[in-house]
């Protein structure tokens, strides 16, 4: 199972960035997915998800900046952030949640860097 998240990078404050993950090795469309973050010092923290049945849920510290999709023909989930803040500075990492009939697994991906600058 490979979970590769790509878009991070530097933006400034009230930018955009789009993050991407791609999934391979699962059977994409029956998991939930999801991101979370993790900045320096903090405990990881999570930020939206995606349900197989493309229901999204979102943190308080979030809601109406970013938007959760998913493209189950490309098994990939993105992450649309918008009026991104100083404190959205993070490596964000997404996950997939569920289960092919063994018990529920989690897979993470390594992670991708987004700094907000002010």
């Known amino acids: 199972v490979q979970l590769q998240a790509s878009g991070g990078g530097l933006v400034q404050a009230g930018g955009s960035l789009r993050l991407s993950c791609a999934a391979s090795?699962?059977?994409?469309?029956?998991?939930?997915m999801g991101w979370s973050r993790q900045s320096p010092g903090t405990q990881r923290e999570l930020v939206a998800t995606?349900?197989?049945?493309?229901?999204?849920n979102y943190a308080d510290s979030i809601k109406g900046r970013f938007t959760i999709s998913r493209d189950n023909a490309k098994s990939t989930v993105y992450l649309q952030m918008n009026s991104l803040k100083p404190e959205d500075t993070a490596v964000y990492y997404c996950?997939?949640?569920?289960?092919?009939?063994?018990?529920?697994?989690?897979?993470w991906g390594p992670g991708t860097l987004v700094t907000v600058s002010s």
């Open positions: 090795g699962i059977i994409f469309s029956i998991y939930t």
């Open positions: 995606i349900s197989s049945g493309s229901v999204p």
């Open positions: 996950y997939a949640f569920g289960s092919e009939g063994s018990g529920n697994q989690v897979y």
